[in-house]
């Protein structure tokens, strides 16, 4: 469900249908695509483990790179940078502290897919926040969180599968 605002659509067009520029000077600015999502880490080789085990395509040697990269269907790209890395050219940089205010989230094949990844993920010894659950919204969803305590939830569409593998008409229910 969308709800575009009035007079914007979020494809850069207007109402009419015609594609809205940014301008400023010289340079016409088109409306920006998301490319890259960019995940800093303290340890490269503990991250990857995680994200691997979540199903990314991510080669063993890239444990030991600074920076790392997958690309994931539609053309975004996942990207791994180690503190020292981002610290070259941002020598002040200083992690965010507090709770995540962005998280990303994996669709997965079916609910009994979300069940079984986090299952493995939190058997893994991965801090598993919400256990699996049927949303209000429809989806089968839980979240976890990768060893630098970033927010990965896993959801599938209840279509993907006749029945979700333990509908429990509950909310969430956190486990440690």
């Known amino acids: 469900m969308s709800f575009p605002c009035p007079g914007r659509q979020h494809d850069g067009t207007d109402a009419s249908g ?4 940014s301008t400023r000077g010289e340079y016409t600015m088109a409306t920006p695509q ?3 999502i960019g995940i800093v880490v303290a340890d490269m080789a503990r991250s990857l483990a995680f994200y691997r085990q979540l199903g990314l395509a991510v080669p063993p040697e890239a444990d030991a790179e600074p920076h790392v990269e997958a690309a994931l269907p539609g053309g975004l790209r996942l990207v791994w940078d180690s503190v ?12 965010a502290s507090g709770s995540a205010r962005m998280f ?9 897919a979300v069940d079984a990844t986090y ?3 939190a058997a893994a010894g991965y801090n598993g926040h919400l ?9 089968r969803y839980a ?4 060893p ?7 959801f599938a569409d209840p279509a993907a599968s006749a029945s979700s593998s333990a509908a429990s008409g509950q909310g969430p229910i956190r486990s440690s």
């Open 143 to 146: 979240r976890i969180l990768d």
């Open 131 to 139: 256990a699996p659950w049927d949303a209000f919204w429809g989806e």
């Open 34 to 36: 998301l490319g890259v």
């Open 119 to 121: 299952d493995q993920l």
């Open 18 to 21: 015609v594609l809205q520029h």
């Open 148 to 154: 630098d305590g970033n927010s990965v939830d896993l």
């Open 104 to 112: 990303l989230a994996f669709k997965l094949d079916s609910p009994a």
């Open 84 to 95: 020292a890395t981002i610290r070259s050219f941002d020598p002040v940089y200083v992690a």
